[in-house]
């Protein structure tokens, strides 16, 4: 079983950058699709990025400037030019999907969140 543990997030002003990381142990992070999802009060899940055996996925709100990677112990989401919609808490999520999903449901195991504050 994969354990997931965010960190990375904190309080930034509007073009600025932040690295989150999500750290996994219980297993090699590359046997599966990886993908950040970010909840924003009295709102779901929403997909953010994700990436498996092929390219990342992004959701289009984030497209150009986030980036997703990911080796066997880490993934991390690289957010740039961060605008003050972004704000939410962020959640590493693993599947054993072989494609990216973006429902939540599609995905086995979260991390606890880290949040993420946009300033203007």
């Known amino acids: 079983q994969v354990q997931l543990v965010e960190s990375g997030g904190g309080l930034v002003q509007a073009g600025d950058s932040l690295r989150l990381s999500c750290a996994a142990s219980?297993?090699?992070?590359?046997?599966?699709?990886v993908s950040w999802f970010r909840r924003t009060p009295g709102q779901e899940r929403e997909f953010v990025a994700g990436?498996?055996?092929?390219a990342g996925r992004y959701a289009d709100s984030v497209k150009g400037r986030f980036t997703i990677s990911r080796d066997n112990a880490e993934s991390t989401l690289l957010m740039t030019n961060l605008k003050p919609e972004d704000t939410g808490v962020y959640y590493c999520?693993?599947?054993?999907?072989?494609?990216?999903?973006?429902?939540?449901?599609?995905?086995?195991?979260w991390g606890q969140g880290t949040q993420v504050t946009v300033s203007s």
């Open positions: 999520a693993a599947s054993r999907a072989i494609l990216v999903e973006t429902s939540p449901s599609q995905y086995d195991y």
């Open positions: 219980g297993g090699p992070l590359r046997m599966y699709a």
């Open positions: 990436i498996s055996t092929s």
